[in-house]
């Protein structure tokens, strides 16, 4: 039981840095090269759909909070955790909620495509409440637009990702 508990710390750590520097070379792609102002591939996307799929809530959940707390620490500021921990709260949730329906009903692509569109609405959500203004609200088309391509890229990716974990004996 201790070696199954050992690997399991493991694969939570191995994630948690995978997430962590996905983050950090997101961070470091400039402005110009994004499609919309504010909006990113979200490749750190590909590392929770992983661990919703092979972890218990709990540790996909201090996954997520390991590599909001490190990334901006390391390459962010305040309004970088302010925006990610709202993006990312309210991500989860509705990626969790969309596992629950199961396989048959939601593939991993529509899960990571539920992530990149919520983590876009929970960043505008903190927008609007800094700003004073629900007028922030108003690029909500366009950055809903640019979630769904950019949660069906990370969800390909990560679907080909899992596909090659689960031929991994040590890890199943």
């Keep these: ?51 919703l799929f092979k972890l218990p809530v709990k540790d996909t959940i201090s996954i997520i909070m390991t590599r909001l707390l490190l990334a901006s620490f390391l390459g962010g500021t305040l309004s970088t955790l302010l925006f990610s921990f709202a993006g990312s709260t309210v991500s989860f949730i509705g990626m969790y909620s969309a596992y629950q329906l199961g396989p048959k009903r939601v593939s991993l692509i529509g899960i990571s495509i539920v992530g990149a569109t919520f983590h876009n609405f929970g960043q505008l959500i903190m927008a609007s409440y800094i700003a004073g203004s629900w007028y922030v609200l108003l690029y909500l088309p366009l950055l809903t637009f640019v979630g769904i391509l950019s949660g069906a890229a990370t969800g390909v990716a990560a679907n080909y990702l899992l596909q090659a974990l689960n031929k991994i004996r040590i890890w199943n």
């Design 1 to 51: 039981m201790a070696y199954s508990k050992n690997r399991q710390l493991v694969f939570i750590a191995l994630l948690a840095a995978q997430a962590v520097v996905l983050s950090l070379i997101e961070q470091a792609i400039p402005t110009p090269f994004t499609i919309a102002p504010g909006a990113k591939l979200g490749l750190a996307n590909m590392i929770t759909c992983i661990a």
